[in-house]
């Protein structure tokens, strides 16, 4: 099926099973721990040892010689494989360093070695045996240091033509006879996904066949770039990935843990299992990039903005990609003159990549604060300053206009909502007890993409609806929206159908990114349901389209047929894949909200904690309420982590991320965060899908560090630009109270 | 981890004859601390004496009106006695705002006041760490130190002590007994139970080779306000940036020892002596040797608010 005129009345439009907030249909099966998760394939392949991946001591540099006699001699051993005996390997298309090291060394723990053993104990002692004599090269490691002379980076696919930034009108005249004009510059951190579940893989052969259990949000993606690297074909290679215990972006990607334990069970001659330990997550895997980010923004006495400019800056590997920080700022608000880049200098951390709203994740983080800093420069109050400056068309294409977009409302009601009026324009002004009260407010924004997505739904003798797509369910509620899809095409109760989702085996799908995984999973069961529809009334003999499918019968004038007669004959089978046409070039798709903070500033210590928090989404139709609210929650949650601690900290020396355990890298605990409300705008979207949904798990982390952040400096009065924002940030800057103290600079002393 | 030996010990002696008697051995007890370090093979032991059968695992009076705390008391024990709740409050505080109701459940007194630092040069067997790997240097010193210690360090040496239950037991004058090999028992005073880090940081306290620690003693209860204030990035099951552990008299006068800052409790007589003066007083005096880094200086402006925000919640206006 193709997509290419907006949807009219569909069968999803009963709302029926859709649109009503059912509990997740895995549910059952994650709290009695029925739910298998990768490492825990017991019963898969019989036989299985264990794995444990040696990562790089090094961050650049080569090995000059790998020493693994004490280990492979060490009790219970079975293989060590290294870039010396691993074979030729190739690289997926999606990897930007390689997944086994060696001779060259990209980054900190890149893995140079597996050992395999009768235990895992044995192969985590073993690994220790290994000696490698490492040579350390000259590297990169400081964002900062190389920012100055980092390159454009084009996002022409034609690399031949020079990089340029991206101009409307005359930014520099504008900005210069602006008014009214802030220019600032702002830096996000490396950010890592530590996500609950480590990668884990159970790898076994079957002569040339290779099946892999994996933890993967992308099983097409993995089963390319795994028969990629090892060099085998994609018909000998099956992937299955059922259930995975988050993502965030960190399992978009192939990565060691499945190549290392595929290389582990063909030297062993045995099924291998592996998972990355915790300290090697962080510098192992990708990470969302640090950015540098310069905002500039010049506005009339009224506060209409007449120019806008927006130049980030973030490194990556040799050929990575750089963080889009700046994908936002062409499209959020009106401004007649623009200038808009991206600049990538070449660094040799650990690979960069996506990680939960790449792009516009980070670029809110700064240019939300912009605009909370032009409002005050503006004397305007944040939320009408956004109203402002709203467009209903493409900033940079005057006359295509955004499908839906409904910001405007996101703020109003919020702010009604979060009895915004309360708040206290003047900084620093708000107290009980000894907190100092702000309130903050950002706008969420991120893109709705479409990507092509195909099931196979079967109708059983017995009347079960099966679905089977290569979709994942990353803890997002894909299985239950999937169900609740096929319920609704198909009218059958949510108990008659069964979903079967991770398998290679299974129709290529979205799968999970880009919040364009329940938008485009469901159209493409939508799809797949159409065709079914269309298989049983002609077995029926009636007309499909006037065939109604409701309550497990299907329904023709005046006949009413059972779904269990219409396959006496054997079960009937569909396949169809949703394809995408143009619409999304017609119109701007994207998704839209607004987020209130509450926040409360020890005015002695200076630590920050969040009392209230408020998101009002506009995403078109909301599949589930329930599963929808759990991942805005979970985003507003992990934009505190963002706001205030999360922080991979660099070792610009030794080029690696310090902190690479969970009691370094802190994200938010149950204390950090207070109630959450969540309001979805009651939308149907009919340009983007048959679905009428567009994408909300992203939308919600966008823009709420830029809320913590405001809701700081409209505490503190101590205006932070560089996350996170840690006490010691604004320490010494906070208002009187502790001034009464008259301290002493100490430190000042001690020097 | 590496392939070790194990037995559980009869007695007191005998475990510290055990571990005594073999290089490389080790106690174990409540294991929340040495296991983990085990794994990453920061700690490699080749025998472990678990003392879990010692039935060290009682709080009593002492005959001079405080109380004997038994080495495995466990964590949640502790915090949860009537008598410590009511007497020593500032301990209870100090334990609670510590780690989690599952690690405080299994993690013991006496564990407690080994646990290692929490630096992450340390904690990454790859890096050089004087501590670690004595001789190897220190990576911390010039790299990411924002949780490092600002004072009594070494130039071998900048990791914090990260506990909160022995800033608390600083701040009470607690003593810890102690049973040799020999089975001669003495007390070593809180004060001088961890060791500055000098050129030796790999030799952290005063205990000799196997000399097992078999209780806590606090002396008779000195009343006050108690307070322990503990801040960090997160509101839990995080280590402190800096603690204060505080007990303040009527009168202003009293006692108080900073967590987070240095390579133990750190608690001076001078600084006690300013209480009255207030916070800044305090901090000049306990914190005149420092030597931050340029990530960690904040630290001791912060000790001084967080002092101060001790003091008004201990004497509001």
Same mark, same amino acid.
């Given at each position: 099926m193709k997509f290419d005129t907006p949807a009219g009345?569909?069968?999803?439009?009963?709302m029926k099973v859709v649109g009503v907030a059912h509990d997740r249909v895995d549910g059952k099966f994650k709290t009695t721990g029925m739910a298998p998760y990768a490492y825990e394939r017991?019963?898969?392949?019989?036989g299985q040892l264990y794995g444990f991946i040696l990562g790089s001591a090094i961050a650049k540099g080569h090995i000059a010689a790998i020493h693994t006699t004490h280990a492979e001699s060490a009790?219970?051993?079975r293989a060590v494989v290294t870039y010396a005996n691993a074979g030729k390997l190739g690289k997926g298309?999606?990897?930007?360093?390689?997944?086994l090291a060696g001779?060259?060394?990209?980054?900190?723990?890149?893995?140079v070695a597996i050992v395999v053993a009768d235990t895992f104990e044995a192969a985590r002692s073993a690994a220790a045996l290994i000696d490698v004599d490492y040579v350390r090269g000259t590297g990169h490691f400081d964002l900062a240091a190389a920012a100055p002379t980092a390159p454009l980076h084009s996002?022409?696919?034609?690399?031949?033509k020079p990089a340029v930034l991206d101009r409307v009108g005359d930014f520099e005249a504008a900005f210069a006879a602006a008014p009214v004009t802030l220019d600032a510059t702002y830096t996000t951190p490396d950010e890592?996904?530590?996500?609950?579940?480590?990668?884990a893989t159970v790898a076994s052969w079957s002569g040339d066949k290779l099946t892999v259990w994996t933890s993967n949000q992308m099983i097409a993606w993995a089963h390319d770039d795994l028969a990629q690297t090892l060099g085998?074909?994609?018909?000998n290679l099956r992937v299955n990935s059922?259930?995975?215990?988050?993502?965030?972006?960190?399992?978009?990607f192939l990565r060691a843990d499945a190549v290392m334990a595929a290389l582990g069970a063909k030297a062993a001659g045995r099924p291998v299992k592996v998972a990355m330990t915790r300290p090697m997550m962080f510098n192992n895997s990708t990470h969302r990039p640090a950015t540098i980010q310069r905002i500039r923004l010049g506005a009339t006495r009224?506060?209409?903005?007449t120019s806008i400019s927006h130049i980030s800056t973030s490194g990556n590997l040799p050929d990575g990609s750089p963080e889009?920080?700046?994908?936002q700022t062409k499209l959020l608000y009106a401004a007649p003159n623009r200038l808009i880049g991206t600049r990538l200098a070449v660094l040799d951390l650990p690979e960069g990549n996506a990680m939960r709203a790449p792009g516009e994740a980070s670029g809110l983080m700064a240019l939300e604060i912009a605009m909370d800093e032009m409002a005050e420069k503006l004397g305007m109050d944040p939320v009408e300053f956004r109203i402002v400056n709203d467009?209903?068309?493409?900033p940079e294409k005057?006359?295509?206009?955004?499908?839906?977009?409904q910001l405007i409302r996101c703020l109003r009601d919020g702010a009604a909502r979060f009895d915004w009026?309360?708040?206290?324009?003047?900084?620093?002004?708000?107290?009980d007890g000894d907190q100092l009260i702000g309130l903050g407010v950002a706008t969420a924004f991120r893109n709705n993409l479409n990507v092509t997505s195909g099931a196979r739904v079967r109708l059983g003798h017995d009347g079960v609806v099966t679905v089977e797509t290569d979709m994942t369910d990353i803890g997002t509620g894909s299985y239950t929206i999937i169900a609740q899809t096929a319920a609704e095409m198909m009218g059958?109760?949510?108990?008659?159908v069964v979903v079967r989702l991770g #398998?290679?085996? $299974?129709p290529v799908s979205a799968g999970s990114?880009?919040?364009f995984g329940a938008g485009s999973s469901t159209s493409g069961v939508y799809a797949a349901c159409v065709k079914l529809r269309e298989a049983i009334a002609q077995n029926l003999g009636v007309n499909s389209a006037d065939a109604v499918f409701e309550d497990g019968h299907v329904r023709s004038g005046n006949r009413r047929v059972a779904l269990a007669d219409a396959v006496r004959g054997g079960e009937i089978v569909a396949e169809d894949t949703m394809h995408w046409g143009d619409l999304d070039k017609e119109y701007q798709q994207s998704t839209f909200g607004a987020h209130f903070v509450e926040v409360a500033v020890?005015?002695?210590?200076g630590e920050i904690r969040v009392r209230r928090m408020l998101a009002v989404c506009a995403?078109?139709?909301?599949?589930n309420p329930k599963t929808a609210r759990s991942q805005v929650i979970g985003a507003m949650t992990m934009g505190v982590g963002g706001a205030l601690m999360e922080e991979l900290a660099v #070792?610009?020396? $030794?080029?690696?991320?310090?902190?690479?355990d969970l009691a370094g890298y802190e994200v938010p605990v149950h204390?950090?965060?207070?109630h959450q409300e969540v309001i979805f705008l009651d939308e149907a979207d009919d340009k983007v899908s048959p679905m009428k949904a567009k994408g909300i798990g992203e939308l919600g982390l966008c823009g709420v560090a830029a809320a913590v952040a405001n809701a700081v400096y409209n505490a503190t009065g101590v205006r932070v630009r560089?996350?996170?924002?840690?006490l010691d940030k604004h320490l010494e800057k906070l208002p009187a109270l502790i001034q009464a103290l008259t301290i002493r600079n100490v430190c000042e002393k001690a020097k | 981890m590496k392939a070790f030996t194990y037995e559980r010990a009869k007695s007191p002696a005998a475990a510290a004859a055990a571990v005594a008697g073999q290089p490389g051995a080790k106690f174990l007890a409540g294991g929340t601390n040495l296991l983990d370090l085990m794994k990453l093979q920061i700690e490699t032991p080749t025998h472990l004496v678990d003392?879990?059968?010692?039935?060290?695992?009682r709080i009593e009076p002492t005959a001079d009106g405080g109380l004997r705390v038994g080495a495995f008391v466990s964590n949640t024990a502790l915090a949860a006695d009537a008598r410590v709740r009511r007497d020593y409050a500032v301990l209870t505080r100090a334990i609670v705002a510590g780690a989690s109701g599952q690690l405080r459940n299994k993690a013991t007194t006496a564990g407690n006041l080994l646990q290692r630092t929490r630096c992450p040069y340390f904690y990454d067997t790859n890096q050089p760490c004087n501590k670690r790997r004595?001789?190897?240097?220190?990576?911390a010193l010039g790299g990411y130190?924002?949780?490092?210690?600002?004072?009594?360090?070494s130039d071998a040496c900048i990791a914090t002590?990260?506990?909160d239950m022995a800033v608390a037991l600083r701040v009470l004058d607690a003593g810890v007994e102690t049973i040799d090999a020999h089975g001669a028992a003495r007390t070593i005073l809180l004060a001088e139970f961890h060791h500055s880090p000098?050129?030796?940081?790999?030799?952290?306290?005063?205990?000799?080779?196997?000399e097992l620690i078999t209780a806590v003693t606090l002396p008779p209860p000195v009343g006050g306000h108690h307070v322990y204030r503990k801040v960090r990035d997160?509101?839990?099951y995080a280590f402190a940036l800096v603690s204060v552990a505080a007990i303040i008299q009527p009168d202003g006068s009293g006692r108080v020892a900073f967590g987070g800052?240095?390579?133990?409790p750190w608690r001076s007589d001078a600084a006690d002596a300013a209480l009255p003066e207030g916070a800044t007083a305090v901090t000049a005096r306990a914190f005149a040797d420092a030597r931050p880094t340029a990530d960690n200086k904040f630290k001791i402006a912060l000790a001084t608010r967080t002092l101060a925000a001790t003091i008004a919640q201990a004497r509001p206006a």
């Open positions: 009345i569909n069968p999803i439009d009963r017991h019963d898969v392949a019989p009790p219970g051993v298309s999606k990897n930007t360093a390689n997944l001779p060259e060394i990209e980054h900190y723990h890149q893995a996002e022409d696919k034609d690399k031949s890592a996904h530590a996500m609950m579940e480590p990668f085998i074909a994609k018909e059922p259930f995975i215990g988050g993502g965030f972006g960190g399992k978009l009224g506060g209409k903005l889009t920080a700046t994908a467009t209903q068309e493409d005057p006359g295509r206009l955004f499908s839906q977009r009026s309360a708040r206290n324009p003047r900084p620093g002004n708000t107290r059958v109760p949510l108990d008659r #398998d290679s085996s $299974f990114g880009g919040q020890d005015a002695f210590t995403a078109g139709r909301v599949l #070792d610009t020396r $030794f080029g690696f991320f310090v902190n690479h204390a950090d965060i207070p560089d996350y996170p924002i840690t | 003392v879990q059968d010692l039935k060290l695992d004595p001789g190897s240097g220190c990576a130190s924002r949780q490092l210690a600002v004072i009594g360090t002590y990260p506990g000098g050129d030796t940081p790999h030799l952290e306290t005063a205990l000799a080779p196997g997160r509101a839990s800052v240095a390579p133990k």
